[in-house]
C-alpha cells in the first residue's frame, strides 16, 4: 500500500511539473505574441509618423514658398511644387547604382533634397547635385551604407539634421563656402569618413551636436575661424582624429564634444570661459591642455579618464572644479589650483596616481568625498584654516602620504576619510576633532 501510494504522489507531482510547464510555454507565448504585437504597431506607427513629418516639411520650402502640389513624379522622383517655381525631392526610388539629380523636374528648378529622400537605400554608389540645390532637409541620405560619392554644391546653404547619418561607406565630403551651419548629427555613424573640408567659409557659426561623432576614422578636418559653437557630442567616439585646432572665435564647447576622441593636445580660445561637462572625457591619447583665456569653471568629468594627461595649466580665474573634473587621470604629474578656486568637486582628482603634489587654495571651505583618494605618489597636504569640513575618504587609499596638516578650523570628518593610508601622520592641536578622531583611529599624530 504504501509503495502504491508513493507511486501515486509521484505521479501526481509530475503532472503538477508538467503543467507548470506547460503553464510557463502559455505565459511566454502570450508574452511574445504581445510583444510582436506591439513590436508592429510601434513600427507602422513610426512610418505613419515619418509619412506625416514628410508631408508637414513640403507643406512650404525652406525659402517660405507654400506648395502648390506634394505629389508630383518625374522618372523614378517624386516631387513637391512650390508657388515660386521650385521643387523639394522627397522620394527616389530606382534601381540606379550612380545618380545624377536633374536641375529641374516637370519644368521646376530643384531648391531641396527633402527629408529621408533617400532613406535607407543600400545600394547607391554616387549622387551628382546640381548647383540649384541650396537645401539637404534632415534625414535626406539617411543609412546609405553603400554611398562613397556625393557632391555638395556651392550653392549649398544648409547641411540639415541628420543628413548623412550611418552613409558608413563615404570617405570624403567637402563643405562649400557658403554653408553656415552643419545640422546636428549631420555626419553621425560615418564610420568611413577620413577626412572633410570647409573651403574657406567666413559665415560658418556652428557644428551641431552629434555632427560628426563615431566617425571613427576622421582624421584630418580644419574648422573655419568663423564658428562660435561646437555642440554635445560633436566630435565624440573620433578615435582617429589626433590634431584639431580650435577655432579663434569659439565661445562654446557642448557637454562630451570631444569625449573618446584621439586628440593629443587642445588650447583653448579666450572666447571659452567654461569647460563643459565631459567635453574632454576619456581622450586616452591627450596630453596636453593649455588654456588661452579666462575659464572660470571646470565642469564634471570634463577630464576623467584621460590617462596620458600630462601637464594642464589652469588660468588664475577658475573659481570651480566639478565632480569627477580629472579623476584616473593617471599620467597628471603636477597641477597647480588657482588662488580663486572656491569649490572643489567629489572625485574630482581620484586615482590620478602620478600626482606628486597638491595645494589647496585658501578660498576652499571643504574637501569633498573621495577628492583625493587613490592619488598615490602624494607625500604631504597642508589642509588651510579656511576649512571645515573634510569628508568621507577624501585622502582614502593614499599610499606614499606621509604628513597631513589639518588645523583646528574643521569640525567635520567624514568616515573613512584617511582609510587605508597607512604611513600618515597626522598634524593638529591636542584637543582638536583631528586629534580626536586620530586618538579613536589609532593613526598616529604629531601636535605643534
Not at 569640525?411 to 586618538?439: F, I, M, P, Q, R
Request: glycine share 8%; net charge negative.
Amino acid at each position: 500500500m504504501n509503495s502504491t501510494k508513493k507511486a501515486a504522489e509521484s505521479k501526481k507531482r509530475k503532472l503538477g511539473k508538467k503543467k507548470i510547464i506547460l503553464i510557463c510555454v502559455a505565459a511566454v507565448l502570450v508574452a511574445g505574441a504581445a510583444f510582436w504585437a506591439v513590436y508592429h504597431f510601434a513600427l507602422s506607427d513610426y512610418f505613419a509618423r515619418r509619412s506625416a513629418v514628410i508631408e508637414y516639411t513640403a507643406s512650404e520650402n525652406p525659402e517660405g514658398s507654400p506648395v502648390v502640389d506634394k505629389y508630383a513624379k518625374s522618372g523614378s522622383f517624386t516631387y513637391a511644387v512650390y508657388e515660386d517655381g521650385t521643387a523639394t525631392l522627397t522620394s527616389c526610388r530606382g534601381s540606379e547604382k550612380n545618380i545624377t539629380v536633374p536641375e529641374t523636374v516637370g519644368g521646376h528648378t530643384v531648391l531641396t533634397i527633402g527629408y529621408s529622400c533617400f532613406f535607407n537605400d543600400p545600394d547607391v554608389i554616387s549622387i551628382s547635385i546640381p548647383d540649384s540645390v541650396k537645401y539637404y532637409e534632415p534625414y535626406a541620405f539617411y543609412g546609405m551604407s553603400g554611398l562613397r560619392e556625393i557632391t555638395v554644391p556651392e550653392s549649398m546653404k544648409e547641411i540639415g539634421e541628420g543628413t548623412f547619418v550611418k552613409c558608413s561607406s563615404l570617405e570624403e565630403i567637402t563643405i562649400p563656402a557658403g554653408v553656415s551651419a552643419v545640422g546636428e548629427g549631420a555626419f553621425s555613424e560615418c564610420t568611413s569618413l577620413k577626412s572633410v573640408i570647409f573651403q574657406g567659409s567666413d559665415i560658418m557659426r556652428e557644428i551641431g551636436g552629434y555632427a560628426f561623432s563615431y566617425c571613427e576614422a576622421l582624421e584630418d578636418i580644419t574648422l573655419p575661424g568663423s564658428i562660435t559653437a561646437i555642440g554635445a557630442h560633436a566630435f565624440d567616439g573620433c578615435a582617429a582624429l589626433s590634431e584639431i585646432r580650435l577655432p579663434s572665435h569659439l565661445n562654446e564647447l557642448g557637454e562630451y564634444a570631444f569625449k573618446e576622441s584621439g586628440v593629443t593636445d587642445i588650447t583653448v580660445p579666450d572666447g571659452v570661459t567654461a569647460i563643459n561637462e565631459g567635453v574632454f572625457s576619456s581622450c586616452t591619447s591627450l596630453k596636453s591642455v593649455s588654456f588661452k583665456g579666462s575659464i572660470a569653471e571646470i565642469g564634471t568629468s570634463a577630464f576623467s579618464g584621460c590617462t596620458a594627461l600630462e601637464t594642464v595649466e589652469l588660468p588664475d580665474t577658475v573659481k570651480s572644479i566639478g565632480d569627477y573634473a580629472f579623476m584616473k587621470c593617471s599620467a597628471l604629474k603636477s597641477l597647480a589650483l588657482p588662488p580663486n578656486l572656491s569649490s572643489l568637486g567629489a572625485y574630482s582628482f581620484a586615482d590620478c596616481m602620478s600626482l606628486a603634489e597638491i595645494n589647496i587654495p585658501s578660498l576652499i571651505t571643504e574637501i569633498p568625498v573621495y577628492c583625493f583618494a587613490g592619488c598615490d605618489s602624494i607625500t604631504s597636504v597642508t589642509v588651510p584654516d579656511t576649512v571645515t569640513g573634510i569628508l568621507a575618504y577624501s585622502f582614502a587609499s593614499m599610499d606614499a602620504l606621509t604628513d597631513i596638516y589639518v588645523p583646528d578650523s574643521v569640525t567635520e570628518l567624514g568616515e573613512g576619510w584617511l582609510a587605508n593610508s597607512a604611513k600618515v601622520t597626522l598634524h593638529c592641536s591636542s584637543g582638536s576633532t583631528a586629534h580626536s578622531y586620530a586618538e579613536a583611529n589609532k593613526i598616529k599624530t604629531e601636535t605643534p
